[in-house]
């Protein structure tokens, strides 16, 4: 499809979208982006989302970019499941770049998603510098880490469980979503998934392996690790490229590492890791697994702060009056925080902040996977008392490290 050129000096403006405008969504989507999308994708995009959620901006009544929201339970902190809205697909066209398009389609959206109720918004970012503006603090880290299996040595204290086995697609599909749907329900950042996602990763297109081979399964009773196989020809080094490992309990962990290490004939291994993962520390070899990237993956922003703030669990007491400043959606206070056996109350209050912070920094520091101290050291949190920071530090801290369960 083609659309006729507006000019590039009318205004935008926003609209929700109808089922007609879906080509246009993607088309604009395919060029911000620069990727072809295949049929698997447009068909997961439009089961995720309803064309009600999608937000258009227009010029002389053309798209010229898009927005819009999904929903899903994400797991905080403690393990209570949140409704929340997952902000994807957002891009504006190239001849309609810096003039408030984006602005105006997510302050239209940010509309639409507090009149649902749900107290967070999450998206993954293409570039750190976009978000924050809108409330939105970088949630998870996640490390790119890669190592040379041939000198994986397990320290003698380190468990070999076993009980890993290699499994087929068939199979997998009809095991894996069970192991995640446990899994998410432990880990904060985690999301349930949709059957429609599943069917996009079963599909497993060819266009988005980047030349290496169809998905391989290995199954544990409690965990799961999905890889391809790259390289290995034209004097490349084989290597196994590990998509998703999912362990629920830390015997399930360990199995799934000891079997990828055992995959002879190929030389590294790449996966992710979040940066509390305990494999380096279960090799002989300290060094051995490099990280050679870190991402910042799942964005967050806190909707409703009282709503947030008591669905998680702390680590210790806390009573504090904290000023959250959020500009974009003008919704900002001054709140009573009160953390008493890990359960918090959090009511508006007139008295005088002890602890000032943005939005942003809020999200950053929701789900444990930030600290108090490290955005205190930034000059992004600052209190009179150096002990309100150390105190928000502690409680802020989680049982398990913050991960996104899947990209959206
Ligand atoms: C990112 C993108 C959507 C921005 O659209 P836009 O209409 O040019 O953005 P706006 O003019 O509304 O800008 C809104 C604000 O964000 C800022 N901004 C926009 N793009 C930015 C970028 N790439 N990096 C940093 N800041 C950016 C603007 O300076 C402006 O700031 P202000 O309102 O505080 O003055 C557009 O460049 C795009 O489609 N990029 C390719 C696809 C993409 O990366 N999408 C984001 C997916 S997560």
């Known amino acids: 499809m083609s659309t006729p050129a507006p000019t590039v000096r009318t205004a935008v403006d926003v609209r929700t979208a109808t089922d007609s405008d879906w080509p246009a969504v993607e088309l604009i989507d395919s060029v911000g982006f620069g990727y072809h999308p295949v049929e698997a994708d447009l068909t997961l995009a439009r089961t995720l989302t309803r064309t009600e959620d999608v937000v258009l901006a227009t010029a002389e009544d053309v798209p010229v970019g898009v927005a819009m929201d999904l929903g899903f339970d994400l797991t905080v902190p403690g393990g209570a499941q949140l409704p929340t809205r997952g902000v994807t697909w957002v891009s504006v066209v190239p ?13 239209e959206l940010h509309t639409k998603i507090a009149a649902t109720g749900a ?25 790119t880490v890669r190592f040379d299996r041939r000198f994986a040595r397990f320290r003698d204290s380190t468990p070999d469980p076993g009980g890993v086995f290699i499994a087929d697609a068939k199979s997998a599909a009809e095991r894996l979503p069970g192991i995640y749907d446990r899994w998410r329900r432990l880990v ?9 996602h599943w069917d996009h990763t079963f599909a497993d297109p060819e ?5 290496a081979s ?21 004097g490349k080094e084989a290597a196994t490229v590990v998509d998703e490992l999912v362990a629920v309990t830390p015997d399930a962990h ?34 051995l697994v490099r990280t050679t990237g870190r991402a910042d993956d799942l964005w967050l922003r806190i909707m ?60 950053s520091l ?33 049982e398990r490290p913050a991960v996104l369960g899947w990209g959206f």
């Open 95 to 107: 001849t309609h770049r810096r003039r408030g398009a984006l602005r105006a389609l997510l302050t």
């Open 119 to 143: 107290p967070l918004a999450a998206l993954t970012a293409s570039e750190a510098g976009i978000y924050g503006r809108f409330g939105y603090g970088p949630a998870t880290v996640l490390d």
């Open 188 to 196: 904060p950042g985690a999301q349930s998934r949709p059957q429609a």
């Open 207 to 211: 266009a988005h392996r980047e030349g």
């Open 214 to 234: 169809a998905l391989f399964f290995l199954v544990h009773p409690d965990g799961y690790a999905t890889f391809r196989r790259a390289g290995g020809s034209g």
């Open 254 to 287: 360990i199995a799934l590492w000891r079997a990828l290490c055992g995959l002879d004939l190929t030389v590294t291994i790449e996966a992710h890791l979040h940066a509390d993962d305990p494999l380096r520390l279960q090799l002989t070899d300290y060094r």
């Open 304 to 363: 409703d702060v009282p709503a947030a703030l008591e669905a998680r669990t702390y680590a210790a007491d806390l009573e504090t009056v904290i000023e959250i400043r959020d500009p974009f959606l003008d919704a900002g206070g001054t709140y009573a925080l009160t953390v008493r056996d890990g359960r918090a109350q959090c009511r508006r209050t007139d008295a005088t902040a002890r602890v000032s912070t943005d939005i942003d920094v809020l999200g």
């Open 366 to 398: 929701y789900l444990g996977g930030h600290r108090a101290r490290t955005f205190a050291a930034a000059n992004r949190l600052s209190a009179a008392d150096p002990a309100e920071v150390a105190a928000l530090d502690i409680a802020f801290g989680a």
